[in-house]
């Protein structure tokens, strides 16, 4: 079958790191092409090439779509020729609506004038082809995280996508969201529409890729046909990694001590909607040299309950009692919670988790300036010495401590985020969705800090959507549904199935059962 897209011998340098050494890439026409590696491979800055963000001249090399040399200068120039890239971090306007974002830059108008009846006919038409059937004046912040993908793909298609480049597109999504998006590129891939999907999760590649082309370090390894045969999870990750990993949880024996961390009766209403409760009557407990895991779907209030404890960083009319080691501890600011002896690592690592254009120095040092100064004064040395002592720990790909985060790979970032708050020295560490769009290699590293951390008797809170990875490394799991803790288990006799059955039976009842509170109080 003729190739849609080549890309030879491309070669992108930025100041002190090669990102790129003469890659090589061939994608057919009609395929779904799966492209991995570990963060920091080079993937997602090998799509910027493709699509114009590195401009050419940028990179050495050559680039040919449907047979024809290109030399894209930016953006704009690719998506004529049908090539549309969707970032990680969506590329959407929150206050505009589901119309207005769609045609942005690419509005539909004569003589100047925007044409919105026309606009919204053909928004409703896009949205059909998606499968999304919520209105296009809806504003996009009154919309989901996988709703809101749905409509950057409208966008691609409005844009008459011939190449249609998604990088990690269900990173922030939950099961159901990820099954709905992998349909939908099989019924692009039905009308003729090629894909190149990048993803960490190998079973996603399993369903739905026709050939997987493997990175490491800058390099192409190789391109695996999953026509011929099914390529197993473990040839993958061995192409990855460049070698094989026997497990995917490391091992570690259980030993729980005294009580840790106790939160009792903990609420907290929504930070603009005063009076909608989104953390209800939580009660939880957290043992030495324990992991607690918290499962829940998205909207379940985990994130919510982990920030409003953590100095009450979300919500209002916050309430409720923690006690440390026996003791009643002050939460009320983030300050104090962190003397307290409570760290929380977020799941917006861009927004709230790390200054992108500071160093990946300060950025370590953030959360413990004492940590690296003396009488107020920061010792610059000292701060080095941790940041690279961190950089070796954690295995952060960089060219130097001195390079800005905002350059490093998501799975990167997540690290130096991690690092921040090791460096904090908690007893407690909440981790919110630690491992979301990091590679299998890096997420066995992370998963043996927590190990490391749980054996020096401190205690880890772990959200996370993925529940192998609940039931691969916690101790004891507690299921969130509509803001209240419906259900607790040993992780050793935990399945995703009894997760999600105490889920669906709770939905409502959670709701139903505050609202009678509420009216005999």
Not at 160 to 185: G, M, Q, Y
């Amino acid at each position: 079958m003729k190739p849609l897209l080549e890309m030879r011998g491309i070669t992108k340098t930025f100041p002190g790191v090669k990102a790129l050494d003469n890659v090589n890439l061939s994608v057919r026409d009609g395929e779904i092409h799966a492209l991995i590696g570990e963060n920091g491979a080079g993937k997602s800055t090998l799509m910027k090439v493709l699509s114009g963000v590195y401009p050419h001249g940028s990179y050495s090399g050559e680039i040919r779509f449907q047979d024809q040399e290109v030399a894209f200068r930016g953006i704009h120039d690719s998506e004529k020729l049908g090539i549309i890239i969707i970032h990680q971090e969506l590329a959407l306007v929150p206050l505009l609506s589901i119309t207005e974002n769609l045609f942005l830059g690419n509005e539909q108008a004569t003589k100047g004038v925007i044409d919105w009846s026309a606009a919204t006919v053909r928004a409703r038409e896009l949205l059909r082809m998606v499968g999304l059937q919520d209105s296009p004046e809806t504003l996009i912040t009154n919309i989901g995280v996988g709703k809101q993908q749905l409509v950057e793909i409208a966008k691609a298609l409005s844009k008459e996508v011939k190449l249609l480049i998604l990088d990690e597109p269900t990173a922030s999504l939950n099961e159901s969201d990820s099954d709905a998006l992998l349909r939908l590129l099989l019924e692009f891939k039905a009308r003729g529409i090629t894909s190149i999907l990048i993803s960490h999760k190998l079973n996603e590649i399993a369903k739905v890729a026709d050939r997987v082309t493997i990175l490491r370090d800058g390099s192409t390894v190789e391109t695996l046909d999953c026509r011929d045969e099914p390529i197993s999870q473990d040839r993958i990750i061995k192409g990855m990694v460049g070698r094989e990993i026997a497990d995917r949880y490391p091992k570690r024996t259980t030993t729980p001590g005294e009580l840790l961390l106790e939160v009792k009766g903990w609420n907290a209403d929504h930070p603009i909607h005063a009076g909608r409760r989104v953390v209800k009557d939580v009660n939880i407990t957290v043992r030495r040299g324990e992991v607690v895991g918290i499962a829940g779907l998205m909207g379940a209030g985990r994130t919510e309950f982990a920030m409003s404890l953590f100095g009450g960083s979300y919500g209002q009319n916050i309430s409720g009692s923690a006690y440390l080691n026996g003791r009643e501890i002050d939460v009320s600011t983030i300050r104090r919670a962190m003397q307290s002896g409570l760290a929380y690592a977020t799941e917006d690592r861009k927004h709230y988790g790390l200054v992108l254009d500071n160093d990946i120095r300060h950025n370590i040092s953030l959360a413990n300036l004492t940590g690296v100064s003396k009488n107020g004064v920061i010792h610059h040395e000292r701060e080095i010495e941790i940041a690279n002592e961190y950089r070796k720990r954690l295995r952060i790909r960089c060219s130097s401590v001195f390079q800005e985060t905002v350059n490093l790979s998501g799975g990167n970032q997540q690290k130096v985020v991690l690092s921040k708050w090791l460096f904090s020295d908690p007893q407690v560490l909440i981790l919110d969705e630690p491992t979301r769009g990091i590679d299998v290699g890096a997420k066995y590293e992370i998963y043996t800090i927590v190990n490391q951390l749980v054996a020096e008797g401190r205690g880890v809170i772990l959200i996370s959507s993925e529940m192998p990875e609940l039931l691969g490394i916690a101790d004891r799991i507690y299921v969130m549904n509509e803001g209240a803790m419906v259900a607790e288990m040993p992780a050793a006799g935990a399945s995703q199935e009894k997760i999600m059955e105490a889920i669906m039976s709770s939905t409502g009842r959670t709701s139903h059962s505050t609202r009678s509170r509420e009216m005999t109080q």
